[in-house]
């Protein structure tokens, strides 16, 4: 019986329909040429480079090149030949002073090269032809175009053109000389003296400054992206910034100079941490740049160069303003980018790890945000690339607060300048205290729904004592009046501390404006919610890795406002202000208090 030709598998047919599209999804989805680099030149251009994603397929020649899985291999393979060369002193370490000359050589080619170069470069590594077999090196860094030509390594362009490319005001770029802060600078990193480093050319000066770097911004990624579960919070997004850094000129000089002050702060070397603040006004001009350009701004690059001078103000404080100011301009930005703009990869974990802050900054202005609109809540989750827990729960009902702050600021100015009737004044204040009501019951509601139920258990309640590092709490007894200390918090994890000290600090935000006659916070109440984010203090500032302290910055000053100057409250927390800007090398954290995340109202109006 013969067998209809339709029905009998081909294996040609086969083979073919198995094949998937070498291009990644976004070049295939804008209908154009991909190189088939991971990011791809087109992502790069376009400043979303970790939106460069490939369907997996069967066949090796289809898979993407990684330029970040050959840097790692090859920093790898030059650490453990530089440890053999360190090693050696018989003539074979002269074979290996060749190797390490080829190989940062093809490091550089690899790290920096037109993405055009870098197929064919890789597939000589995959390929084990052995040998390099093009001196790509670059003249100049990537400053919105790539500056590059083939060239010798043994010729040697001015440092100064390294550092700054051709078009760089070298006002702003420090010096290069080995006498110099920056030479120190790479010298404390790299561990050596250098001046026993070889000046054969362009490949052994970047060597020199590359390692450094590339130390502070893993000493910096380590502080405020710490490798933690989600049990403890996310906080990649930073680290995946890292990770992409090297396609864009922009987060490069940021990390740079976000990495070097901090480093230098963290080691207490001043000329270190000056380096870094030379670095920074070169990356303002660069951001300046980009936020004036119309399709650079919604770039994920921009994104993440704003949340990172949101760090550095965290580290060094250069104004008293100047985290809340970062902090209102990354919320201009993200609104400006729209919701579809952080479902996936890094722009997703710097909207979702951050949204706190994100609705601190809203509350501190007391204008409403732009948070509180549905699609904000629903459409950067839609994508499933994390999902809403516990503490994004409770972040959901704290964006109506700070429209609720503008209304009751809006009732008392319309109220002392008396330009609206007792009638209309009368409705708009039980309006006002209807959606306060609402609110306080969600909070409520929220509490039963999610922490009674925590998988994890509850909080507990522990002895406090003073044979440890940490200051002892003192909570006042409204009785007698004296001061004793209570039982402090001790949490299942970091993420549910986190989430308990907003929920304190979100209810006494709301209640600063609870006027009702019946059912209204009182201020014993407004006293235990502060008490309850003092209480937790210890747990997660002696547990939490890095910085990831920061998160309770905002929970600290808005305890700090809800107690009186001359209390022992107040001693507490200046104490730990103290600690925390010792341990942490923080700049925010200082006898000031934070002042600039108040979210009183005469605070705002002395900002404005």
């Not at 440890?83 to 080829?102: V, Y």
């Not at 004036?292 to 160069?305: G, H, I, N, Q, Y």
């Not at 509490?447 to 709490?473: C, K």
Request: proline letters at 6%; one cysteine or more.
């Amino acid at each position: 019986m013969l067998e209809d030709p339709q029905l009998v598998p081909d294996s040609r047919v086969r083979k073919s329909a198995s094949r998937q599209s070498r291009s990644c999804k976004v070049c295939r989805l804008r209908k154009v040429k991909c190189d088939r680099v991971k990011p791809c030149h087109a992502c790069c251009a376009h400043g979303y480079p970790s939106r460069c994603v490939y369907d997996s397929v069967p066949e090796e020649e289809a898979q993407p090149i990684s330029q970040a899985e050959e840097i790692r291999n090859l920093r790898a393979e030059i650490r453990d030949l530089r440890a053999r060369i360190a090693d050696r002193r018989d003539d074979s370490r002269d074979q290996d002073l060749r190797r390490l000359d080829q190989l940062e050589s093809l490091f550089e080619s690899i790290r920096s090269a037109p993405l055009s170069v870098v197929d064919s470069i890789v597939r000589e590594i995959r390929s084990a032809q052995g040998g390099l077999k093009r001196n790509a090196v670059p003249v100049g860094p990537w400053e919105g175009r790539e500056a590059y030509e083939t060239i010798n390594t043994s010729a040697s362009p001015s440092r100064r053109h390294l550092l700054a490319g051709p078009d760089e005001d070298f006002n702003d770029v420090p010096e290069l000389d080995e006498d110099g802060d920056r030479g120190e600078l790479m010298s404390v990193a790299s561990g050596s003296d250098s001046s026993s480093s070889s000046s054969s050319g362009t490949i052994s000066i970047m060597s020199m400054q590359r390692p450094a770097v590339d130390v502070f911004v893993q000493r910096f990624v380590d502080a405020f992206a710490p490798e933690v579960d989600v049990k403890s919070g996310r906080a990649g997004a930073l680290r995946a910034a890292a990770e992409v850094r090297m396609f864009s000129p922009l987060i490069t000089d940021a990390f740079e100079a976000v990495s070097v002050a901090f480093f230098g702060r963290s080691v207490q070397d001043k000329q270190i941490e000056a380096s870094g603040f030379r670095l920074y006004p070169r990356v303002l001009r660069g951001l300046q740049d980009a936020l004036m350009d119309p399709e650079r701004c919604k770039a994920e690059s921009t994104l993440v160069t704003v949340i990172l001078l949101l760090a550095f103000e965290s580290v060094e404080r250069t104004t008293q303003r100047g985290v809340a100011a970062h902090v209102r301009g990354a919320v201009r930005l993200i609104e400006h980018r729209g919701p579809e703009n952080h479902m996936y990869g890094v722009e997703h974990l710097l909207f979702t790890e951050l949204r706190p802050y994100w609705i601190g900054g809203a509350m501190a202005v007391r204008q409403p945000s732009f948070l509180a609109r549905e699609e904000w809540k629903t459409i950067p989750w839609s994508a499933g690339t994390t999902t809403k827990d516990i503490l994004h729960h409770l972040l959901d009902l704290a964006t109506e607060v700070p429209g609720l702050l503008a209304q009751s600021d809006s009732f008392k100015r319309a109220n002392r300048a008396s330009i609206m009737s007792a009638q209309e004044m009368a409705v708009k204040q039980t309006a006002l205290w209807n959606q306060i009501s609402e609110l306080t019951a969600f909070f409520h509601q929220w509490r039963r729904d999610w922490v009674d139920t925590y998988p994890d258990g509850p909080s507990q309640e522990v002895e406090q004592t003073s044979d440890q590092e940490f200051p002892v709490f003192q909570q006042r007894d409204f009785r007698t009046g004296a001061a004793f200390p209570p039982t402090k918090f001790s949490y299942p994890n970091l993420l549910l501390a986190q989430t308990m000290c907003l929920y304190y600090a979100f209810r006494l935000v709301l209640s600063s404006i609870d006027t009702r006659p019946q059912d209204r916070v009182t201020p014993i109440e407004q006293y235990e919610l502060a008490c309850g984010i003092c209480r937790s203090l210890e747990f997660y500032i002696m547990t939490a890795p890095g910085n990831m302290i920061n998160r309770l910055a905002f929970p600290t000053r808005v305890a700090w406002e809800a107690f009186p100057d001359d209390g022992p409250e107040r001693k507490f927390m200046i104490e730990v202000l103290q600690l925390v800007e010792r341990r942490h090398s923080l700049g925010l954290w200082g006898s000031a208090a934070m002042e600039e995340l108040s979210t009183q109202a005469d605070s705002q109006m002395s900002r404005e």
